[in-house]
Each structure stands twice: as structure tokens, then as C-alpha cells.
T-cell receptor
Framework: DAKTTQPTSMDCAEGRAANLPCNHS???????VYWYRQIHSQGPQYIIH???NNETNEMASLIITEDRKSSTLILPHATLRDTAVYYC??????????????FGTGTRLQVTL | DVKVTQSSRYLVKRTGEKVFLECVQD?????MFWYRQDPGLGLRLIYF???????EKGDIPEGYSVSREKKERFSLILESASTNQTSMYLC?????????????FGSGTRLTVV
């Protein structure tokens, strides 16, 4: 699986959009970009994933550049409960086997009043 | 609501003890995983299983074994616990073909070996 690079930490004011970047310059054509987050003392939680088109769900939006070498997770109106570590992961999906998720150290997002 | 349940939230064991960490999922998922999480090291995969009685080593299997006798249950075993196995242990499951839901994680077991 391709390696990802994320900033160590970011701050965001409550109510503003949080934009979390991820670089994955060695991504392969069949690898998806997944985002998870981990709130303190809990297990990671799936947020969103995409291949090359932008994606949106009730939690967030995912913007993937045209060359697929980077992406941005957008939380449109951050709240204090969005304070967490956010992980960007690239891997092949739907392989039919137990392909594993490899986590980096992620971005620690602190949402403040 | 779908769930991955880990039997203990906190556990304290003595060095040399045999330790069992239990994980149960109610989603009929084929794949199950055990990770450990340590400060500064992120999540590291210990073992995973893609079917009953099947197992594969992850990145750090030394000192651990696993058991999967039933589809819904995946156990992590520390044959002889050591202090360097003090960690947060996370179980996860996923369907065979990982679609929109990706992995579902349990809440974790914080194990302290004294």
C-alpha cells in the first residue's frame, strides 16, 4: 500500500471548515483513499473513502486532486466533538481477501471555541 | 447498530501470565483484525483472520497468538505477558469485499502488565 504524509497537528475554530490535507504521491491506479478518525480513548471510526471523484457524505467531503497524488478531507462546520486524530490511508479495496489497513500517525485536529 | 465488542475495557495482568483478549462482532464479517496502539507509534497490526480457523501474521506478531473458532469471535492470546506488551489493543472487522463501511473497530482494551 502507498505511503501517506499528513501534518502532525492542526487547529480549527468551532463552526469553521476544517481542511485536512494528505499527500499520497505514490498511489497506484487501483488504490482508494480512506479516511478514519479516532476520538480519544475510542477505536478508529470510518469517515469516507474515494477513488478519483470527489465524495460527500453526512460526515465530511473528500476532495482528490486530478493526479490523485493528494487529497483533502473537509469537515464543513467543525464542532468540539470533531477533535480527534485523523488518519489518511490508501489501499486497494474490494480485493476479495483480508487486505489490511496500515495506519500512519495521522493529524491531530484540535477544535477550539 | 453494528458492533465490535471487546470483552474488557481495562485489564491488569502480571508478568508471565497467559492473557486472553476477546473480540466479538455481530455483522457476519469474514475478516477480523487485532492491532495495538502505542504513543508515537500509531496502530500496528498484530494478526488478522479472513475465515474461521484461518490466520495471518501482521507486522508485529511476536509474543502473540490468535484463535478463530467461530466466525464472530477472534481472540488474541499473550502466551506469557511481558511489560512491553502494555498497550491499547484494538479489534476490528470488515466484510470480505470492503465497501463503503470499511473497517469497524471496537472501543479497545487497555492492558497493563505489571
Amino acid at each position: 500500500d502507498a505511503k501517506t504524509t499528513q501534518p502532525t497537528s492542526m487547529d480549527c475554530a468551532e463552526g469553521r471548515a476544517a481542511n485536512l490535507p494528505c499527500n499520497h504521491s505514490t498511489i497506484s491506479g487501483n488504490e482508494y483513499v480512506y479516511w478514519y478518525r479516532q476520538i480519544h480513548s475510542q477505536g478508529p471510526q470510518y469517515i469516507i473513502h474515494g477513488l478519483k471523484n470527489n465524495e460527500t457524505n453526512e460526515m465530511a467531503s473528500l476532495i482528490i486532486t486530478e493526479d490523485r497524488k493528494s487529497s483533502t478531507l473537509i469537515l464543513p462546520h467543525a464542532t468540539l466533538r470533531d477533535t480527534a486524530v485523523y488518519y489518511c490511508i490508501v489501499r486497494v479495496a474490494n480485493t476479495g481477501t483480508a487486505s489490511k489497513l496500515t495506519f500512519g500517525t495521522g493529524t491531530r485536529l484540535q477544535v477550539t471555541l | 447498530d453494528v458492533k465490535v465488542t471487546q470483552s474488557s475495557r481495562y485489564l491488569v495482568k502480571r508478568t508471565g501470565e497467559k492473557v486472553f483478549l476477546e473480540c466479538v462482532q455481530d455483522m457476519d464479517h469474514e475478516n477480523m483484525f487485532w492491532y495495538r496502539q502505542d504513543p508515537g507509534l500509531g496502530l500496528r497490526l498484530i494478526y488478522f483472520s479472513y475465515d474461521v480457523k484461518m490466520k495471518e501474521k501482521g507486522d508485529i506478531p511476536e509474543g502473540y497468538s490468535v484463535s478463530r473458532e467461530k466466525k464472530e469471535r477472534f481472540s488474541l492470546i499473550l502466551e506469557s505477558a511481558s511489560t512491553n506488551q502494555t498497550s491499547m489493543y484494538l479489534c476490528a472487522s470488515s466484510p470480505l469485499r470492503t465497501g463503503s463501511h470499511g473497517y469497524t473497530f471496537g472501543s479497545g482494551t487497555r492492558l497493563t502488565v505489571v
